[in-house]
């Protein structure tokens, strides 16, 4: 049975290698893409500080469609280059936003909701989906967290196999 352990948030450097060593033994021997998505986003809203939402888009046929998260519930479907989840595919890298507000074209799927982080998933068939982190503060989210929601992204890649089957899912 996996138990998330408290990590000290106050070391960003430390607190992602503790984060990403947490979900590689929960992922470990599981490959399932949906399972794995909900653990994921569970244990990142359990352990980051300061989040209202965190989760999963999925693409299908096309467009990204809401997958397992934590927080309220969000919009469904998001097309490609539509808010920062969009853009997030659209360019195929990641987008942080200190102010959404600020960021033209942003889905306001909660209205407290005041700086986001989305990485996008790239697997072997192309970008499968992202995650995506809402929190209320403005600027909570900083290249640290980019580069740890990155690892998080790798390791949930390599658990479902590279992300093949997610992009086939139905």
Known sequence: MFEAQRIDTTDKAAFYDELTTQLEALLTGESDPIANAANTSALLYQMMPELNWAGFYLMRNGELVLGPF??????????????????????????????????????????ASRSELVVPL??????????????????????????????????YLAACGEGARLAKAS
């Open 122 to 155: 790239i697997g072997r068939d192309g970008v499968i989906g992202v995650i995506d982190l809402d929190s209320p503060s403005v600027a909570r989210f900083d290249a640290a967290d980019q580069a740890g929601i990155e690892r998080i992204a790798a390791i």
């Open 70 to 111: 934590q927080g309220k519930p969000a919009c469904v479907r998001i097309p490609v280059g539509k808010g920062v989840c969009g853009a997030a595919v659209e360019r195929r890298a990641s987008v942080l936003v200190e102010d959404v507000h600020a960021f033209p074209g942003h889905i306001a799927c909660d209205s």
